[in-house]
């Protein structure tokens, strides 16, 4: 039996199946045409279709059943006793006006046509190098210049390579193509074998990364010094030489170096040389995961930084983790806690009537549960239907508030995980990614506003970045060389550089969510550092809290560089 997997290979060159004798041949209508999604053929050698048996069947594909026994006629046809259902008549209508459209460029066309932009850039890449002279971009499926030359499609899967031969993970490419407004495939494109073969991954190597925590779709892109996927470009139609064009200038730009750019992680500024004094100019606390935060004057610390920061979030009823990513009208939430009436007071322009919780436990009346969130284990209790429903209708879908109850997290065994999800796994959190605080210095967010007027003609709010201290004094960036720091009689340890992801890129405004590609992009030009985009850095206490201990704006901070 042979079959053949056309769904792409149709949409620039048909096999000739008087040449490749079939039995089976599947076609995607998407990929020949860009529209409809979901529908696509499988072209079927008649005396082969006479093989294929269904287990089971269901509406459309019977003569005739009979209830109370196991008793069913099949339908004469092969395609209308293994169409089930009903079928998508409008989307099937459409493919007429896909297939005029190919009549009238004709195959060969497309096929010269996608080919030559697909052999412009695999030359452009193979011709990329380093300062140092090293090769940019790795090729797969090509073996030979011949090869290249005459015989490959219109698809080019490539890994790419840093100046010391190290490689840049497929996820860091496909991150910063979006920024460029270029939409990538990452992974091993659901062909394992093809996957395995090329990347050189034996299966040891496969067993490994799968005891790592590595599955489909995840942000594991080097395991072990080895890409555990790649990139690929595929050409259609109505694809131009401006697109290709555009895309090798983002490769150039973005991966290759040279005499004037040896590292992507700009430290654009010395070492302080004299003593330097910094001081704390603002503090902003984040009571609800993702919601809007407000400001004090002054705040108590308590073990898991600042008091009541991050410690409730949102759940969807399948218990999912909600944020901006996912839910972006959590920004319209705004929230503020009162110390002195012990009350969380939340607004949402969605609701007419503001939400008052009490600080006490005696508001919670949901069962006590632990819950595992980024590789921690938490005691959460959960609130009345009452304020479920009022948080439902704040961001347009059910969900439920939560509390971290215990206020003593418990490492998990991480068995199955990358431990390197969590930097500092033993320090007390609440619902925060990784440290217990982040700080930002307004001279280091008044550089990048800079570099974005001379860009874009627009800056940023530094709320954009949710610090939980905000600091002044020195030169831009000081901060990302520090590696302790004291304010009053409190000593905090910097974890390193933030990671900043697309959730900076959101912006609220008039009610409604606004999106764009800055300040992400900008800060990805000099920022980078293997992958990651840094801007602000993480900070956990040294010491326990043992008394009462309060942060307040106007505190000189000492920073320690050791």
């Known amino acids: 039996m042979v079959l053949i997997d056309a769904a792409k290979g149709s949409a620039t060159l048909p096999p000739d199946l008087s040449k490749y004798k079939a039995d089976f041949v599947v076609v995607s209508f998407y990929k020949l045409f860009g529209y409809p999604t979901g529908i696509g053929a499988l072209i079927a050698r008649n005396e082969s279709a006479k093989l294929l048996k269904k287990t089971y069947f269901s509406g459309g594909t019977v003569a005739a059943s009979i209830a109370d026994v196991d008793f069913y006629k099949r339908r004469d046809g092969i395609e209308e006793y293994l169409e089930d259902g009903t079928l998508p008549f409008v989307s099937i209508a459409s493919l007429h006006h896909g297939f005029k459209i190919l009549n009238s460029l004709t195959m060969s066309a497309i096929s010269r046509h996608t080919k030559s932009l697909a052999s ?129 200038k983002f490769i150039e730009s973005s991966f290759v170096s040279s005499p004037s750019q040896l590292t992507y992680f700009e430290k654009p500024f010395d070492p302080e040389t004299v003593t330097t004094r910094y001081f704390l100019k603002s503090i902003i606390i984040y009571p609800i995961k993702s919601c809007a935060g407000f400001r004090v004057e002054s705040w108590p610390l308590s073990s898991t930084g600042l008091l009541h920061d991050r410690e409730w979030l949102l759940k969807s009823l399948s218990g999912e983790i909600l944020t901006q990513k996912k839910v972006p009208e959590m920004g319209f939430i705004t929230t503020v806690v009162d110390l002195k009436l012990g009350l969380l007071t939340v607004e949402s322009p969605r609701c007419k009537e503001k939400l008052e919780i009490g600080l006490t436990s005696s508001e919670l009346i949901a069962e006590r549960e632990v819950t595992e969130i980024y590789c921690q284990r938490y005691d959460v209790q959960g609130y009345c239907n009452e304020v479920d429903t009022w948080f439902s209708y704040a961001i347009g879908r059910p969900c439920k508030l939560v509390r971290n109850y215990a206020f003593e997290n418990n490492v998990c065994s991480n068995k199955n995980r990358n431990i390197g999800m969590r930097r500092d796994v033993e320090t007390k959190l609440n619902f925060v990614n990784e440290g217990q605080l982040l700080l930002i210095s307004e001279e280091s967010i008044s550089d990048l506003n800079d570099r974005l007027r001379s860009k874009v003609h627009t800056d940023v709010n530094i709320t954009r970045f949710r610090p939980n201290m905000v600091v002044s004094g020195g030169k831009p960036y000081s901060e990302d060389g520090w590696t302790n720091l004291q304010i009053g009689e409190r000593i905090f340890k910097s974890m390193g550089g933030c990671n900043r992801c697309q959730m900076i890129n959101t912006t609220f405004l008039g009610g409604s969510v606004q999106r764009s590609n800055e300040p992400l992009a900008t800060l990805a030009s000099y920022r980078r550092l293997k992958g990651k985009i840094y801007f602000g850095i993480l900070l956990k206490m040294c010491d326990s809290i043992e008394q009462d201990s309060w942060l307040r704006v106007g505190q000189e901070i000492i920073a320690s560089t050791d």
């Not at 979006?178 to 073969?197: E, M, V």
Request: aromatic share 10%; glycine share 10%.
């Open 120 to 248: 412009y850039v695999r030359n452009a890449l193979l011709n990329m190098r380093h300062v140092n002279g090293n090769r940019v971009c790795t090729l797969y499926g090509v073996n030979n210049y011949e090869l290249l030359r005459k015989n490959t499609g219109p698809t080019v899967t490539f890994n790419l390579r840093r100046p010391d031969g190290s490689w840049f993970g497929y996820r860091e490419v496909e991150k910063l193509a979006s920024l460029s407004n270029i939409q990538l495939r990452t992974g091993c494109f659901c062909n394992p074998g093809a996957c395995a073969k090329h990347l050189g991954l034996s299966r040891s190597d496969l067993l490994s990364n799968i005891e790592a925590g590595h599955i489909c779709w995840d942000d594991r892109d080097i395991l072990h010094g080895k890409p555990t996927g790649a990139v690929r470009v595929s050409f259609g139609y109505m694809s131009t030489f401006e697109d290709a064009s555009k895309f090798l």
